[in-house]
């Protein structure tokens, strides 16, 4: 025996030494968090200061050395997601994580991003460049300065690659590619959808909601009527069932963010209020931080949350003006439908036959051959992998392959003095097209849109694929200043955006519909912020925790008054289903039964409804969710109606229908969570905040996700939570009064487990508790010198 107690022994030693070895490695690439560094490209020495969350406080010499000093932060708490990041952007995942990728790999070169962020990065103006190489220098001096490698890398058996300016303009791209993910793929779903039924039913199908609208300049659209002509087969056949029916009512990427001018507060500040809407994950997009420099004799203070990989406060206050940011939206792309030449190598526009020019893309492959991938691109855009009419091919215009979608002058923001100037760069800047809110220490509001909005000269339908070849369609340019959509001090002292039309007349014309959100949410902010006259910050928080279930009560109404009838609910055993649809309906709280009930109902109908229209799409390629096309409208009118000749096919009746509906959302319920009881709204929409590593490595779950939280909150109310999408930051702040503001983002600071604030923020941003919008008092301090 004393021989297998040494072996026993001596197992359990190693297991202990590898344990401890793991500890250290992982410990060695924790963040500095005190005392000195040397920081060699800095002008002077910069300090930097966290509080007990990891708030960082960075005090400059200058906006040059605020950004060493900030990329050197970024560089040590969130590397991984930073690489993540421009990696996604460029298709150089395999690389990285192997053959897995390589799909999505495929997908992205079909830009070539890293080549346009390249070509951008070194035409930059002298500041931005400047700006650019300073974060980069403080972002490679950050990952320098680490023992070890991030964990990632360590599980991932990489090193991490030195970063380039390039690699910032990525980041920004990544964006793009999340905010505006129609991509074309809506102008082809919508060509498909319009070739094959009536001009009426087509516009029916498509219009924008008169029932959910709660524009900017109180514009209205009017409804467009059920057609009088019977359901065409092409939305009635359910000959080609659907893979996937999913619905939505939006692109369901997007934000809130709404305004209040002096007029509307006790003290005459404006203040602004700004919750936008990712996929959350952990770490979270967002890293708060406070900029403090001096330049040309003025100092500047500049606080909000800033995106890893890129040198800027992205929304935030500097004191004189607060901002913040909404997804727009609208249509930043159109599809050119080319006419090739013979043999399908060359293209005709205006008149001349243009050979397509084809680059190779290289796909580096972790552990496998580079895999070699071909895009071909004409004048207009790359050609569209999606299958075109024989003798065509599709090509993609979309703003993110021109020089002007790219730049960092978004940094101006941190000097804007007022509305006036802010409103006057939002042209120039090159993001992602967003809805720019905007107030001022005056008590001033405004709102406009920030990014390049493209001056189409088209007499052809944008939302469908048009044919360009006669040189009578195109792009000139890009819109100036004095010609974007703008909204500035309304008379009643409020303005909001959620994602819906914003605007309409020409302005609407100029945008155009990329995919708009219905305006439920929309209208519960705009009616929110008309209910009172006065407000403060925390007035303005609980708007962004408002999750009444005001759209779904029409649903409630239907089943409590058509469907669940007595002789329907003593058939079926549905008496305990009506008690919760009567009980807990109204808000998308967290223990709710009856919405989850009526919420399935509404999901099961509106499925069963356009079942045939996704089977037809899906079977020439495209998807119900690439339309441009808010179910809710349309369906709701045609139950409304109830025309037998509107019916989808294997119906016997509307009412038939509505049942079916019940019973089968009430069965898939039961299956999924075993009683009526259980099949709470929380059970079935967990906080879901994952670490992209721990799918592959389930037994880490605990340790690096956040903890499967029920949620209150849903797509259409300000509250929007719905399945691991939601608020990825609350702000409220007045400028001038940023002591006073509201800032909280969910997890944490830090990306790496083993900090302090890997999830210093998580437990207020589950509760709804406001945290302080400026940094509190400083627990650690480290000093970067030259």
């Given at each position: 025996?004393?021989?297998?107690?040494?072996?026993?022994?001596?197992?359990?030693?190693?297991?202990?030494?590898?344990?401890?070895?793991?500890?250290?490695?992982?410990?060695?690439?924790?963040?500095?968090?005190?005392?000195?560094?040397?920081?060699?490209?800095?002008?002077?020495?910069?300090?930097?200061?966290?509080?007990?969350?990891?708030?960082?406080?960075?005090?400059?010499?200058?906006?040059?050395?605020?950004?060493?000093?900030?990329?050197?932060?970024?560089?040590?708490?969130?590397?991984?997601?930073?690489?993540?990041?421009?990696?996604?952007?460029?298709?150089?995942?395999?690389?990285?994580?192997?053959?897995?990728?390589?799909?999505?790999?495929?997908?992205?070169?079909?830009?070539?991003?890293?080549?346009?962020?390249?070509?951008?990065?070194?035409?930059?103006?002298?500041?931005?460049?400047?700006?650019?190489?300073?974060?980069?220098?403080?972002?490679n001096a950050g990952l320098a300065a680490l023992s070890t490698r991030p964990p990632?890398?360590?599980?991932?058996?990489?090193?991490?690659?030195?970063?380039?300016?390039?690699?910032?303009?990525?980041?920004?791209?990544?964006?793009?590619?999340?905010?505006?993910?129609?991509?074309?793929?809506?102008?082809?779903?919508?060509?498909?959808?319009?070739?094959?039924?009536?001009?009426?039913?087509?516009?029916?199908?498509?219009?924008?909601?008169?029932?959910?609208?709660?524009?900017?300049?109180?514009?209205?659209?009017?409804?467009?009527?059920?057609?009088?002509?019977?359901?065409?087969?092409?939305?009635?056949?359910?000959?080609?069932?659907?893979?996937?029916?999913?619905?939505?009512?939006?692109?369901?990427?997007?934000?809130?963010?709404?305004?209040?001018?002096?007029?509307?507060?006790?003290?005459?500040?404006?203040?602004?209020?700004?919750?936008?809407?990712?996929?959350?994950?952990?770490?979270?997009?967002?890293?708060?931080?406070?900029?403090?420099?001096?330049?040309?004799?003025?100092?500047?203070?500049?606080?909000?949350?800033?995106?890893?990989?890129?040198?800027?406060?992205?929304?935030?206050?500097?004191?004189?003006?607060?901002?913040?940011?909404?997804?727009?939206?609208?249509?930043?792309?159109?599809?050119?439908?080319?006419?090739?030449?013979?043999?399908?190598?060359?293209?005709?526009?205006?008149?001349?036959?243009?050979?397509?020019?084809?680059?190779?893309?290289?796909?580096?492959?972790?552990?496998?051959?580079?895999?070699?991938?071909?895009?071909?691109?004409?004048?207009?855009?790359?050609?569209?992998?999606?299958?075109?009419?024989?003798?065509?091919?599709?090509?993609?215009?979309?703003?993110?392959?021109?020089?002007?979608?790219?730049?960092?002058?978004?940094?101006?923001?941190?000097?804007?003095?007022?509305?006036?100037?802010?409103?006057?760069?939002?042209?120039?800047?090159?993001?992602?097209?967003?809805?720019?809110?905007?107030?001022?220490?005056?008590?001033?509001?405004?709102?406009?849109?920030?990014?390049?909005?493209?001056?189409?000269?088209?007499?052809?339908?944008?939302?469908?694929?048009?044919?360009?070849?006669?040189?009578?369609?195109?792009?000139?340019?890009?819109?100036?200043?004095?010609?974007?959509?703008?909204?500035?001090?309304?008379?009643?002292?409020?303005?909001?955006?959620?994602?819906?039309?914003?605007?309409?007349?020409?302005?609407?014309?100029?945008?155009?519909?990329?995919?708009?959100?219905?305006?439920?949410?929309?209208?519960?902010?705009?009616?929110?912020?008309?209910?009172?006259?006065?407000?403060?910050?925390?007035?303005?928080?609980?708007?962004?925790?408002?999750?009444?279930?005001?759209?779904?009560?029409?649903?409630?109404?239907?089943?409590?008054?058509?469907?669940?009838?007595?002789?329907?609910?003593?058939?079926?055993?549905?008496?305990?289903?009506?008690?919760?649809?009567?009980?807990?309906?109204?808000?998308?709280?967290?223990?709710?039964?009856?919405?989850l009930l009526v919420r399935a109902f509404r999901e099961r109908t509106l499925k069963?409804?356009?079942?045939?229209?996704?089977?037809?799409?899906?079977?020439?390629?495209?998807?119900?969710?690439?339309?441009?096309?808010?179910?809710?409208?349309?369906?709701?009118?045609?139950?409304?109606?109830?025309?037998?000749?509107?019916?989808?096919?294997?119906?016997?009746?509307?009412?038939?229908?509505?049942?079916?509906?019940?019973?089968?959302?009430?069965?898939?319920?039961?299956?999924?969570?075993?009683?009526?009881?259980?099949?709470?709204?929380?059970?079935?929409?967990?906080?879901?905040?994952?670490?992209p590593l721990s799918a592959a490595l389930p037994m880490l779950s605990g340790w690096?996700?956040?903890?499967?939280?029920?949620?209150?909150?849903?797509?259409?109310?300000?509250?929007?939570?719905?399945?691991?999408?939601?608020?990825?930051?609350?702000?409220?702040?007045?400028?001038?009064?940023?002591?006073?503001?509201?800032?909280?983002?969910?997890?944490?600071?830090?990306?790496?487990?083993?900090?302090?604030?890997?999830?210093?923020?998580?437990?207020?941003?589950?509760?709804?508790?406001?945290?302080?919008?400026?940094?509190?008092?400083?627990?650690?301090?480290?000093?970067?010198?030259?």
């Open positions: 025996m004393t021989w297998f107690k040494r072996i026993l022994g001596g197992l359990l030693l190693l297991v202990l030494l590898l344990a401890l070895a793991l500890w250290l490695a992982l410990r060695g690439s924790l963040a500095q968090l005190d005392g000195e560094r040397a920081a060699p490209a800095l002008s002077a020495p910069a300090e930097l200061q966290r509080d007990a969350r990891g708030y960082l406080s960075i005090t400059a010499e200058n906006r040059l050395d605020a950004a060493r000093a900030l990329g050197f932060v970024h560089a040590q708490e969130r590397f991984f997601q930073m690489d993540l990041m421009r990696r996604n952007a460029a298709g150089e995942l395999s690389a990285l994580v192997g053959a897995k990728a390589l799909e999505v790999d495929k997908a992205r070169r079909l830009h070539r991003f890293r080549h346009r962020a390249e070509q951008i990065a070194a035409a930059l103006s002298p500041e931005e460049k400047a700006l650019a190489e300073a974060y980069t220098g403080g972002v990632e890398y360590l599980l991932l058996r990489q090193s991490p690659r030195p970063w380039v300016p390039a690699d910032s303009l990525l980041v920004a791209y990544g964006m793009y590619l999340d905010l505006q993910r129609g991509q074309g793929h809506d102008d082809i779903a919508n060509g498909l959808l319009k070739q094959a039924v009536p001009a009426d039913w087509y516009a029916f199908l498509t219009q924008h909601s008169a029932d959910w609208q709660a524009a900017l300049d109180d514009s209205r659209v009017e409804p467009v009527p059920l057609p009088a002509s019977p359901l065409p087969d092409w939305l009635r056949s359910v000959q080609l069932a659907c893979s996937d029916c999913s619905l939505t009512d939006a692109r369901d990427i997007g934000s809130n963010n709404w305004a209040v001018a002096g007029s509307r507060t006790a003290d005459g500040r404006a203040i602004v209020a700004d919750d936008m809407h990712l996929n959350l994950r952990v770490p979270g997009t967002w890293f708060k931080a406070r900029l403090k420099w001096k330049a040309q004799g003025r100092s500047f203070d500049v606080a909000g949350v800033t995106l890893p990989g890129t040198p800027l406060v992205v929304a935030g206050s500097n004191g004189h003006v607060a901002w913040g940011f909404t997804n727009t939206t609208s249509d930043w792309s159109d599809v050119i439908s080319l006419q090739l030449g013979a043999g399908g190598q060359s293209y005709w526009s205006g008149g001349a036959e243009k050979p397509l020019v084809r680059s190779v893309e290289r796909i580096e492959v972790a552990g496998q051959p580079a895999v070699d991938f071909e895009v071909r691109e004409s004048e207009w855009g790359p050609v569209m992998p999606e299958k075109a009419p024989a003798g065509h091919a599709y090509a993609l215009r979309w703003v993110a392959h021109d020089a002007a979608a790219m730049n960092l002058r978004l940094m101006q923001m941190e000097a804007a003095g007022g509305v006036d100037e802010a409103v006057k760069l939002a042209a120039g800047a090159g993001i992602p097209a967003q809805n720019l809110m905007v107030a001022d220490a005056r008590g001033r509001i405004a709102w406009t849109v920030m990014g390049a909005i493209p001056r189409r000269v088209s007499t052809q339908d944008m939302a469908v694929p048009q044919d360009w070849s006669d040189g009578r369609s195109a792009w000139q340019g890009y819109l100036g200043a004095d010609e974007q959509p703008r909204v500035l001090d309304p008379a009643d002292g409020r303005l909001w955006t959620a994602n819906a039309r914003m605007i309409g007349g020409e302005a609407l014309k100029i945008l155009g519909n990329g995919g708009y959100d219905l305006g439920a949410r929309a209208r519960q902010i705009r009616d929110g912020l008309r209910a009172r006259d006065k407000f403060d910050e925390a007035a303005l928080h609980a708007i962004q925790l408002d999750h009444r279930a005001l759209l779904l009560q029409r649903w409630r109404g239907l089943l409590l008054e058509r469907v669940l009838t007595p002789g329907f609910v003593a058939a079926n055993g549905l008496a305990d289903y009506r008690a919760e649809v009567e009980k807990n309906a109204e808000a998308a709280r967290p223990d709710a039964v009856g919405y069963t409804v356009f079942a045939p229209l996704a089977g037809r799409l899906e079977a020439q390629g495209a998807r119900l969710q690439d339309l441009t096309m808010a179910p809710e409208t349309p369906g709701w009118a045609l139950i409304q109606a109830s025309r037998a000749d509107t019916l989808p096919a294997g119906a016997a009746s509307w009412e038939a229908l509505l049942q079916r509906a019940v019973l089968d959302s009430r069965a898939e319920l039961l299956k999924k969570f075993g009683s009526l009881a259980a099949a709470t709204w929380g059970a079935e929409n967990p906080a879901g905040i994952r670490h690096l996700d956040m903890p499967a939280t029920p949620m209150a909150g849903d797509s259409h109310m300000p509250r929007v939570h719905n399945h691991g999408h939601g608020q990825s930051e609350r702000m409220v702040v007045s400028p001038g009064h940023e002591e006073s503001g509201i800032l909280v983002i969910p997890g944490g600071q830090s990306g790496h487990p083993l900090s302090p604030f890997y999830r210093g923020d998580h437990a207020a941003w589950l509760a709804g508790e406001p945290l302080p919008f400026l940094p509190g008092e400083a627990t650690h301090r480290l000093v970067l010198r030259p």
